[in-house]
């Protein structure tokens, strides 16, 4: 079992930076590929980016391709969204979440077992 609590969110100004960081306690956080996820209202669930367990890989969405950074720290078993030129589209509840491998269906929501409650990234224009 592995519990995630997500912080970081917040309201900024389009152009500008964010960093959401989700913090993981339950068993050894380098165990599991780490991902985020973002809900805009009104839409569906949508793949941000994804880490290997040690790092070693990453994949992000085409529309944050160059813009968003994940990383992660198993000493501090934190796992991080590093965000700049931010958007008004960028605008969505972020949520990681956590699977035992990184594999073929990394960016499928439903491959993944543990889940945060979100927080709220909002981009003003």
């Known amino acids: 079992q592995v519990q995630l609590v997500e912080s970081g969110g917040g309201l900024v100004q389009a152009g500008g930076s964010l960093r959401v960081s989700c913090a993981a306690s339950g068993r050894t956080f380098s165990s599991y590929a780490m991902a985020w996820f973002r809900q805009a209202p009104g839409k569906e669930r949508e793949f941000v980016a994804a880490i290997s367990r040690y790092g070693g890989i990453r994949d992000y969405a085409d529309s944050v391709k160059g813009r968003f950074t994940i990383s992660r720290d198993n000493a501090k078993n934190t796992v991080s969204l590093q965000m700049n030129g931010l958007k008004p589209e960028d605008t969505a509840v972020y949520y990681c979440?956590?699977?035992?491998?990184?594999?073929?269906?990394?960016?499928?929501?439903?491959?993944?077992?543990?889940w945060g409650q979100g927080t709220q990234v909002t981009v003003s224009s």
């Open positions: 979440a956590a699977k035992p491998s990184y594999d073929s269906d990394h960016t499928r929501i439903r491959t993944y077992d543990y």
